[in-house]
């Protein structure tokens, strides 16, 4: 084979796996002050069934008892939440953690059988207290079309 065709072949196939391999997660434009989780998927690709989920960030904000990680999938067509999950950051870590520190934790949670053609799965931590306006970090990842 032509040198030049092997070498097309080879950047297309690379290029497919990144394409089809990684979930995006950015910013939530809802809540600009947020601080930008890093979300890592296993599998990436997004599959029904259990979903693994590894979220980090260097903190600006102290990680207490009462600061939670949720996380949301909703049906992006016809707004409804698909799941849920939560869970109470100090459950897993001794409290506090300062600002300044890599901060990661990995959940698990089961995705329905059957997702819709487009949904999006947003994760957020924050402190369930009152009078909080909106979370110390978030991100988003569209997924679908
Ligand atoms: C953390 O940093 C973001 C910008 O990345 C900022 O908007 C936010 O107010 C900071 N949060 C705290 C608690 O200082």
Known sequence: ?????????????????????????????????????????????????????????????TITPATIINFDVVDQVNPKLLASYFMDLCSQTDCPVNPGT???????????????SKYFIRVYHYLVTPGVLGPFSCAIAIVGS
């Open 1 to 61: 084979m032509n040198r030049n065709f092997i070498f097309v072949l080879i950047s297309l196939v690379t290029l497919f796996s990144i394409v089809n391999a990684i979930t995006q997660f950015k910013e939530c434009v809802e809540f600009p002050s947020a601080e930008l989780l890093t979300v890592k998927l296993t599998p990436d690709p997004i599959k029904p069934g259990e979903q693994e989920f590894e979220v980090s960030v260097k903190l600006n904000y």
């Open 102 to 116: 890599t901060f990661s934790t990995t959940h698990k949670f089961t995705l329905p059988a059957k997702l819709p």
